[in-house]
């Protein structure tokens, strides 16, 4: 915490410097989003505020939203939430080095995170080395999944409750991308630390891979001692789209302890496929993600600890309007839709043969508007279908959400 608070009062003091600053020396760094880059390359195509030709370059994201939902009739009333502030410095620290590091504050600092924090060393454009706190790529969110970029409130379910969103480690790796002429290819292959016991011992009672992230020690210690494995490999016409496939793998358990034997190595296991895609002419946007999940489940452990999840979503954004508004010459509204499925414990009963009914669908319209390209003012509206283990009728969730995200 200590670390984290230095971090913080050195930001704000290197803030309060560049605003005393002449402001034609600073310029902004935007880095282009259309052409070829893939979702990997996300944690470093953010805008950056650079001052004249110094090295280190300063940005962030904010996000504030208003919610009046309800959930089996029963109503919250309206909630204010500040959900996130993310701080980042990028530094080149020579012509082939790069530095990277990304805080994250939730909820109005309850939580304070580091997300990301990587030095960069480029030997050839297909071989690179990366060191310190990564992000794991598998799917494409867990990268790619600053607010601003988004037309939707809420995080997919798929991509924070199935999966660990912003799931990072400790580890090194490598990656690389090649370039032709409409097309880029690209991977990723690192070995962190990983997941632990948590994921099937929580309070939610379930195979539940985010519980993890609890485990602040995995930022200084392996659980286990065996490295967790996350490699992708993407493919990106410049016409057709983005596909991403993805692995992530490793033991969770803790099966021996001073030269003692506990259990056998359990494994969590994880394969996703990803893919984005802009429509000619009419300029739709399609981004989607799927996932299957598997973990090797202790038999002691009664049926409702499910063994394989699966689950994604499916987002489809539509530009209706291109015209300056309110003195913003880029203004753009746009009507979108999410559609979201997880399927929480795949598999059926062994004492009747009956399929295991605990999943969750949603579906979120939505409209948003953005008077710049970095800066999002949307409205949602939420409604959720939620089963339980024995297939009783679903729980539903419904209501309206309002927000603003914006780089800064």
């Not at 690179?128 to 601003?148: K, Y």
Request: proline share 5%; net charge neutral; with cysteine.
């Amino acid at each position: 915490m200590k670390k984290y608070l230095l971090f913080v009062t050195v930001s704000f003091f290197a803030c309060k410097l560049f605003a005393q600053i002449d402001p034609s020396l600073l310029r902004r760094v935007n880095k282009d989003t259309s052409g070829l880059t893939l979702n990997m390359d996300a944690t470093y195509g953010r805008p950056f505020l650079q001052l004249g030709k110094l090295p280190v370059a300063i940005g962030g994201y904010m996000e504030a939203n208003y919610q009046y939902l309800s959930e089996k009739g029963v109503r919250e009333g309206h909630q204010f939430q500040m959900r996130r502030v993310s701080l980042f410095l990028s530094a080149t620290v020579s012509n082939r080095l790069k530095f990277l590091t990304e805080i994250e504050f939730e909820d109005g600092a309850k939580e304070i995170n580091l997300e990301f924090a990587s030095l960069d060393f480029e030997f050839a454009p297909l071989l690179n080395l990366r060191g310190g706190i990564v992000l794991n790529p598998i799917g494409a969110f867990n990268q790619n999944h600053d607010g601003p970029k988004w037309e939707f409130i809420d995080r997919p379910i798929a991509a924070t409750q199935m999966l660990p969103d912003t799931w990072s480690n400790v580890g090194f790796g490598l990656y690389g991308k090649k370039y032709t002429t409409d097309w880029v290819y690209g991977y990723e292959a690192y070995l962190t630390n990983g997941f632990d016991d948590k994921i099937i011992s929580n309070s939610e009672n379930k195979t539940f891979l985010p519980a993890s992230k609890e485990n602040k020690d995995r930022f200084e210690e392996s659980f286990n001692g065996i490295p967790l494995f996350t490699g992708k490999i993407a493919i990106k016409n410049i016409k057709a789209g983005e596909l991403g496939l993805s692995y992530m793998g490793g033991v969770y358990n803790k099966f021996k302890e001073d030269g003692l034997t506990l259990d056998k190595k359990r494994s969590v296991r994880v394969y996703a496929i990803d893919f984005n895609t802009r429509l000619p002419k009419l300029n739709t946007s399609i981004t989607a993600e799927w996932a299957w999940v598997h973990v090797d489940v202790p038999d002691t452990y009664s049926e409702q600890f499910g063994q394989r999840q699966q689950g994604g979503f499916i987002d489809l954004v539509q530009p209706v309007l291109k015209t300056p508004m309110f003195g913003f010459d880029k203004a753009v509204l746009h009507a979108a839709v999410r559609l979201e499925y997880v399927d929480w414990n795949k598999g059926k009963f062994k004492s009747t043969g009956s399929n295991i009914a605990e999943d969750v669908f949603s579906i979120v319209p939505a409209i948003s508007w953005r008077p710049t390209p970095q800066t999002v003012i949307r409205l949602n509206y939420r409604y959720n279908w939620q089963g339980d283990i024995l297939g009783n009728p679903p729980s539903k969730l419904s209501g309206f959400q309002f927000g603003i995200s914006t780089y800064f």
